[in-house]
């Protein structure tokens, strides 16, 4: 897949974004950065997760500018499998129940992040494609060791991007 933009694909009623990066570093650098709550709080908020499948998992996104517990997510963990997939339920108030699920695989020297987003009806999938690309943007930045993209703006331009190029 080469859509730096990710895709979207419908099932129905149901959708599934899916990511793609390609990231210069270690498989299990990456792993550290998604599944350590201390890295993740960098990047994407508080998270408290027990690494192990079937394991609690609970998320509150610091980007979007929503109250607390409309951003909340939890569920449980489905898939542990150190240093290259993690998948768990994304169970929030504001969207349908869903589930998300890292895989990270060698690629060179580096690592190939895939990203999936499953579940989610077709206009909460529109509404959550620019806000998942921001956020692997902050993952990118925070493994750089470079500033954060703001999540709001980086979310519009990349909402931006997305109209322009539907419309051609």
Do not use: C
Request: charged share 25%; aromatic share 8%; proline share 8%.
């Amino acid at each position: 897949m080469n859509d730096r933009l990710g895709r979207l694909t419908v099932h129905g009623d149901r959708a599934t974004l899916t990511f793609e990066r390609h990231l210069p570093y270690p498989v299990e650098t990456v792993w550290s950065a998604i599944t350590d709550p201390e890295q993740r709080r960098a990047w994407i908020g508080r998270t408290t997760l027990e690494s192990r499948a079937g394991g609690q998992f609970e998320m509150v996104p610091s980007g979007p500018p929503l109250p607390p517990e409309a951003k909340r997510v939890t569920g449980r963990i489905l898939v542990w499998e150190p240093p290259h997939v993690l998948e768990h339920e994304w169970k929030q108030s504001i969207v349908d129940d869903s589930v998300v699920r890292y895989e990270l695989s060698a690629d060179g020297a580096g690592t190939l992040l895939r990203f999936t987003h499953r579940g989610l009806s077709v206009p909460h999938a529109n509404g959550f494609r620019p806000g998942t690309h921001a956020i692997l943007d902050r993952l990118i930045a925070y493994l750089a060791d470079q500033p954060m993209p703001e999540w709001g703006q980086r979310y519009q331009e990349v909402a931006d991007l997305i109209a322009a190029t539907s419309t051609d």
